[in-house]
């Protein structure tokens, strides 16, 4: 309940409005915070003075139990930080921990946890296969495509302007921001997309006819260079195609999603692998390759998707599931040795499994409470009426005599049969 209690808090405190906590709701909530770091500390000492504190069977010998005292230690410094009116917001980032308290308490979380735990040395040896299978993948991509995705449509070298007149942009831009850019072939290569395919411009929702000689006519004439400026000129497709003029694939200087997407060297070729196995965006950038390269260049992809994302994640899911069955049964037998550890002597105890759980042991306590009560209650009752106390077990006595006096015959009869062995050894 503390732990709930200590998300809760978690949840409901806002940075942004509680930089001097001076609201009401800022100070319960710390007060709040304050309760839950000393019942956390005071644990963290019953459990100490329980089990001792170093040792394989004591307190830091478990894993968890020292998530809790580093958990513990870290709100200690940072009260003491705060009380010398130091900010370490660093540490105040343990509080995130405290949640991670419930993993302990919790079995069935307990064995997941410990499952992914076990699973690091076996997934090692995937991910080592996922390493050279990607380095392979990798080394093909930069071997094929390095540079390729920066290719972009440019002005032929000898294009001149008049002094007044300069082309919109550097290269074609089919959007303002370049997020998808226009990536051509080069002539050595067999590519989809050439500069030849650039559209022509538009403007106000029409496509724009002129030429840069109509410019050069209008400004001879005192005119604007632009004919369609705020409607001016009245007619569809008056004004330049300056789309016309970027015919010449030329390698640039930017990569597409802010110089993210490339095969450049091997770093960007492992992230662009990376993105393409989690199936997120993956079509974009192959037909960014297959523009500028080949069209067959989907092949490479496919490979990818079925190599990366559909084998080797699933073979990762295989090694979790074959280690499962075997963290669950050591982590079930564990549980049973720590109960069984804890199994006292008493009464109480003599009557409780060390597989019950909680509310099964909870049910025997009340059972045991009520049959104790149940007994006080009758012999102070017969006390008061002045009853006589039931002698348990009369007649067994009788009983017994009786056998007493048959036993004693034959052990009477015993010692005369071992005096008649004494005489003959």
């Known amino acids: 309940m503390v732990i709930l209690l200590n998300c809760v808090t978690l949840g409901m405190y806002q940075p942004c409005e509680n930089i001097d906590c001076s609201s009401d709701r800022c100070k319960v909530l ?97 991910l080592l296969l996922c390493f050279f299978v990607f380095f392979i993948f990798g080394v093909i991509g930069v071997q094929l495509w390095a540079g390729l995705l920066r290719n972009r449509c440019y002005p032929k070298e000898n294009f001149t302007l008049s002094k007044d007149i300069s082309l919109p942009r550097p290269y074609y831009m089919a959007d303002e921001d370049d997020e998808r850019p226009f990536i051509c072939s080069l002539a050595q290569d067999n590519g989809i997309m050439a500069c030849t395919d650039v559209p022509a411009r538009r403007e106000l929702g029409r496509t724009c006819c002129l030429d840069k000689d109509d410019v050069t006519h209008r400004q001879g004439l ?63 950038i192959m037909y960014y390759v297959m523009d500028a390269h080949s069209f067959y260049n989907f092949i490479y992809f496919i490979l990818l998707i079925i190599i990366g994302s559909f ?61 104790k009560a149940r007994r006080r209650s009758m012999a102070l009752c017969n006390r008061l009426l002045g009853r006589p106390k039931e002698v348990k077990g009369a007649g067994r006595r009788g009983g017994g005599e009786k056998t007493n006096v048959n036993g004693g015959g034959r052990g009477v009869g015993g010692e005369r049969r071992g005096q008649h062995r004494q005489g003959e050894w």
């Open 30 to 126: 710390q007060a709040f915070d304050v309760f839950i770091y000393v019942f956390f500390a005071v644990e963290m000492v019953v459990k100490m003075m329980a089990l001792g504190i170093f040792g394989h069977r004591c307190y830091l010998g478990d894993t968890w139990n020292r998530l809790d005292f580093f958990i513990v230690m870290a709100g200690m410094v940072e009260y003491s930080l705060d009380l010398q009116n130091i900010n370490l917001s660093a540490i105040r980032t343990v509080r995130v921990l405290r949640p991670l308290k419930a993993i302990n308490r919790v079995p069935s979380m307990r064995i997941l946890v410990n499952l992914l735990l076990d699973t690091l040395p076996m997934l090692g040896n995937v």
């Open 222 to 284: 005192g005119l604007s260079p632009e004919p369609l400026v705020n409607g001016s000129v009245s007619g569809p497709g008056l004004c330049v195609n300056w789309n016309q003029y970027y015919t010449r694939c030329h390698t640039g200087h930017s990569n597409p999603h802010k110089g993210a997407i490339n095969f450049d060297n091997i770093a960007y070729a492992w992230i662009v692998i990376f993105q393409v196995i989690t199936l997120e965006g993956w079509v974009e």
């Open 311 to 371: 084998f080797m994640i699933n073979l990762c899911l295989v090694v979790i599931a074959t280690q499962f069955s075997e963290t669950k049964q050591r982590e079930h037998q564990l549980m049973q040795e720590q109960r069984a550890q804890a199994h006292s002597s008493s009464t109480l105890a003599s009557m409780t499994e060390p597989s019950a759980g909680c509310y099964e042991s909870v049910f025997q306590l009340v059972c045991h409470v009520l049959r």
